[in-house]
């Protein structure tokens, strides 16, 4: 948690830091926030709850505090599900608190491959997929069980020299990823659907339910 300046409490008659905090949250109850959930990605997220955390804790005329707030979880803008945030020397700790294995549900689309290798880029080469059926499709997922080495895409959040890969990505500039394994220890196909993709699906579209290791990602 960081270390907020301390703040008045009328019902104290001193100054408390908690009060001050809590009296900041309760405040904004009201706000989308609550109501809508923090919309967009995960670097979006931890701007609103830093923005949110600073102005619980300021003191009227004194400067603001800086809080540190770091993520440990997703890049991707369509991802929902928890999202791990660090405030202060919890940022040091994400990397222990995500060491375990994660679950996924995704729904996947034959016949399409876009430029970020997800649903949000632009379509960059189409095939027919009529002859693939869900036997097909259920034939295919021991090859992506178990150890497995994938090339991490450009669209990722990993470094290469300081640079975020998805930066270089977004300016047009590829470079070469080592390979890496990863574990996935149960992967199915799942018709529920998820997101702005209800079930039950029905081919192209289909569903994944799988459990995977850190570092995994599931594109196409």
């Not at 301390?6 to 904004?28: K, P, Q, T, V």
């Not at 178990?146 to 975020?164: C, D, F, K």
């Not at 529920?192 to 192209?204: E, R």
Request: charged share 30%; proline share 6%.
């Amino acid at each position: 948690t960081p270390r907020p300046r301390r703040g008045y409490s009328a019902e104290a008659g001193h100054f408390d830091a908690a009060a001050d905090f809590r009296r900041g949250i309760a405040r904004r109850r009201a706000s989308p926030c609550k109501d809508q959930g923090i919309a967009g990605d995960a670097l979006s997220a931890q701007a609103k709850v830093r923005a949110t955390l600073e102005k619980a804790i300021k003191i009227p005329g004194q400067k603001k505090t800086k809080v540190k707030v770091g993520h440990g979880g997703t890049l991707d803008p369509a991802a929902r599900g928890v999202l791990v945030l660090g405030v202060g020397k919890g940022c040091r700790q994400l990397e222990a608190y995500l060491a375990g294995g994660k679950e996924y549900r995704a729904v996947a689309k034959l016949g399409e491959a876009t430029d970020t290798l997800d649903g949000e880029g632009e379509v960059t080469e189409t095939a027919a997929w009529d002859h693939v059926t869900p036997a097909t499709l259920e034939a295919a997922l021991p090859d992506f069980t178990g150890e497995i080495w994938q090339v991490p895409p450009m669209y990722s959040a990993l470094r290469r020299n300081g640079t975020r890969l998805y930066e270089l990505a977004r300016s047009g500039i590829e470079v070469e990823r080592e390979r890496r394994q990863v574990r996935v220890p149960r992967l199915a196909l799942d018709d529920a659907g998820v997101g702005d993709h209800p079930g039950p699906l029905a081919l192209p579209l289909f569903g994944l339910d799988l459990e995977c290791s850190g570092g995994t990602h599931v594109r196409r």
